[in-house]
């Protein structure tokens, strides 16, 4: 365990773009690295991405190691495992943190048995006890719980959910180390056919989102939040039911099952508060409730609430907000 | 003919479950314990092949001994063979542990095709312990699975990862994890419930997989994460302007508000 030290970041790269839940990794490693006197790196797979390695710089890295080649251009499983398995065992990170992201979840897993240590999935919160050894805070059993994790082997790794951490202010100031490293290429045995992106954009990137649950008589009325969304120039969500009923596709379902939220202003409409859908969208700036059961648990999470049927309420708002502005 | 794995876990059933908030306790016998919601898809695409191309699936289970009412309900829904691995050498693993000890009973099992999982489990929530078996088995894998496109000489499988859509194309042997989109599970039948009720459900402990793997790397010891510590967050709740009726006032303040704070 002495011959670890230091921290270790995945940066996630779509599109030659690095995921920003990359640049808050950066900036709670860094915070955790000055604590502890130690250097922070980042790892950076892609297809002539300098540029974007100068970026992690900005956003907090001491280093960069780049593998540039262009098998790495899209997710390549095999390959991003095989090299950044070796680069870990080579410079020996005590920590090892990856977005918990799609990729992250399914990269990060391959890369803990390669190593023979312990990961931690999905965590909230991450903090650096006094013995150096990292404590990872997690959601569990369906969000109901959070268990406190602690990592015997090293490196400790860990994945982390995006937005719930802060990224640091990007300074081009920021001095740093770009290292290229030699790729090796192993079979993918995975080939990708064909990739196509998913129409809208994704609601976990929304500044206003306006959820619909159950309280919903059939599928057609969620245009009715879908024209107060536009009015605010915010997205569609969803709590699990209606997804689940089919009347409206799981990329906007919010929840410990869906997609994790933090909007300025969440408006729930017709969706009772449950731990789980809670779990996605309890960071909301503002989170503004309409139910007709005033006994119903979202009001407690509630900045502002209306108790009455969204029928009635949500034509009132619309109405509302078109006079302000004609 | 297709010989598939579906790896299930017997979780409690999270409708029913209590949690303690002042001890920071889950207690699992305040519920009933059923099938991980997420594998009765994995068992269902595996049906689903099997109906198509024929197979034969076997689903494995680690887990305590009650876990062999999980494998008894996984046949009355389809599955054809059951491995129950139970043994106090298995307790406390970790996904790292967890996966190894079913990776190893996989390859005591000998050779197969295909690997269905589910995406993750209701209490331990991970997701981690598909990917890790199929390292363990230097086999590859495709998470997030949310459609068989094609199941022929290869697997074509459609996964959706974070407003992307890919289609990716392996041979076998290869794992998925698949996702709640995948299907509609369906009810076991009468049927299958006789013959589940009647059927032997094989057990192995530490002692029959002791010729393929370290007794060292299973249960608490094999593994290096710990829980140290539970907390069961009490709703911080928020101090909210909640309006009784549906006044012009009211909605007057509301759209004042949503104004102020989007930004
Ligand atoms: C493992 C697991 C994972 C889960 N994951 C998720 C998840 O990711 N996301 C999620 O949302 N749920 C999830 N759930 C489901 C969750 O437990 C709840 O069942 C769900 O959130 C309830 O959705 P709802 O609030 O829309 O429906 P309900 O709880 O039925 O609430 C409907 C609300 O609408 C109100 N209402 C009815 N009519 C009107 C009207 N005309 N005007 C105004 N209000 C009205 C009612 O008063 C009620 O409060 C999960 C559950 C489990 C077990
Ligand atoms: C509160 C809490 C937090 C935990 N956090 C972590 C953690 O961060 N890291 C860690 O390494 N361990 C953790 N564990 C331990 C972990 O839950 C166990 O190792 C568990 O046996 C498997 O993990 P899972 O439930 O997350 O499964 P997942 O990885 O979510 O399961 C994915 C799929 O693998 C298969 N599968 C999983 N378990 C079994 C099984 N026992 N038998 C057959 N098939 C199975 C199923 O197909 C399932 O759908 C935690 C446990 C608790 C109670």
Redesign the pocket.
């Known amino acids: 365990m002495k011959d670890y030290s230091g921290l270790m970041v995945f940066a996630e790269q779509r599109e030659g773009r690095a995921h920003p839940v990359s640049y808050e990794l950066l900036g709670k490693g860094r915070e955790m690295a000055d604590k502890l006197g130690v250097e922070l790196s980042s790892v950076l797979l892609g297809n002539q991405m300098e540029e974007e390695a100068r970026e992690l710089i900005y956003y907090g890295a001491d280093k960069v190691f780049l593998y540039d080649n262009p098998v790495f251009e899209d997710f390549d499983l095999l390959n991003y495992k095989h090299n950044i398995t070796r680069l870990v065992e080579e410079v020996k990170p005590e920590v090892f943190l990856f977005g918990a992201t799609h990729l992250g979840r399914s990269l990060a897993p391959r890369i803990a048995v390669a190593l023979g240590t312990g990961l931690t999935a999905d965590c909230t919160g991450l903090d650096m006890s006094e013995d150096g050894g990292l404590i990872q805070i997690r959601p569990a059993f ?2 109901n719980i959070l268990a406190h994790i602690r990592t015997k082997t090293r490196p400790q790794v860990a994945t982390v959910r995006y937005k719930v951490m802060p990224s640091m202010l990007r300074d081009e100031h920021r001095k740093g180390e770009i290292i290229k490293k030699d790729v090796e290429i192993v079979p993918s045995l995975l080939t990708i056919l064909k990739k196509e992106k998913l129409g809208e954009k994704s609601i976990t990137e929304a500044e206003l989102i306006v ?7 059939k599928a057609e009325d969620f245009s009715l939040l879908a024209d107060l969304a536009e009015l605010l120039g915010g997205a569609v969500g ?6 689940d009923d089919g009347w409206i596709s799981r990329e906007h ?7 994790t939220v933090k909007p300025k202003v969440y408006i ?10 809670l ?2 969208m309890r960071g909301a700036d503002v989170i503004v409730s ?4 005033p006994s ?3 009001f407690k999470m509630a900045d502002y609430g209306i108790v ?6 949500i034509p009132k708002l619309i109405d509302r907000i078109k006079g302000e502005s004609s | 003919m297709l010989r598939i794995i579906v790896p299930i876990k017997q979780v409690p059933d ?2 029913q479950v209590k949690f303690d908030t002042e001890e920071g306790r889950v207690d699992r016998s305040s519920a009933a314990a059923e099938i991980n ?1 997420f594998d009765l898809n994995a068992l269902e695409a595996a049906v689903q092949i099997k109906e198509k191309l024929g197979g034969i699936i076997t689903t494995i289970s680690m887990g305590p001994r009650q876990a062999e009412s999980a494998l008894r309900d996984a046949l009355s829904r389809g599955a054809d063979d059951t491995v129950l691995l139970t043994d106090r050498a298995f307790a406390g693993a970790d996904t790292l542990a967890t996966s190894y000890t079913l990776a190893s009973a996989i390859r005591k099992l000998g050779e197969f095709d295909l690997i269905i999982c589910g995406e993750k489990t ?1 209490d331990g929530d991970t997701g981690q312990v598909g990917p890790q078996i199929a390292e363990h088995l230097g086999i590859p894998h495709v998470a997030y699975v949310s459609k068989l496109e094609e199941v022929g000489e290869k697997l074509v499988v459609v996964c959706e990862m974070e407003g992307e859509r890919y289609l990716i194309e392996s041979d076998f042997p290869v794992l998925i994890a698949v996702t709640k989109d995948i299907n509609t599970p369906r009810l076991p039948s009468l049927r299958g419930k006789l013959n589940a009720r009647k059927a032997e459900i094989k057990t192995w402990g530490a002692e029959e997989l002791s010729s393929i793997a370290e007794k060292g790397r299973f249960g608490t010891q094999g593994s290096p994460t710990r829980v140290h510590r539970i907390t069961i967050p009490a709703e911080e709740g928020r101090k909210g302007r909640i309006f009784r009726d549906t006044s012009d006032e009211a909605i007057e303040e509301i759209t004042n508000a949503l104004y102020r704070y989007k930004g």
Do not use: T, W
């Not at chain 1, 379902?253 to 997609?259: A, D, E, H, L, Y």
């Open positions: 369906s969000g959820s619909g649950g159950r309280g919903l008589k969803s709590s699990r039911p209606p997804v379902q919010v929840g410990f099952s869906g997609n729930a409409c017709g969706i009772s508060g449950s731990p789980q859908h779990a996605g309409i139910n007709s059961d119903a648990p979202i009455g049927d969204l029928y009635e309420v | 999270m409708s919601p209701v």
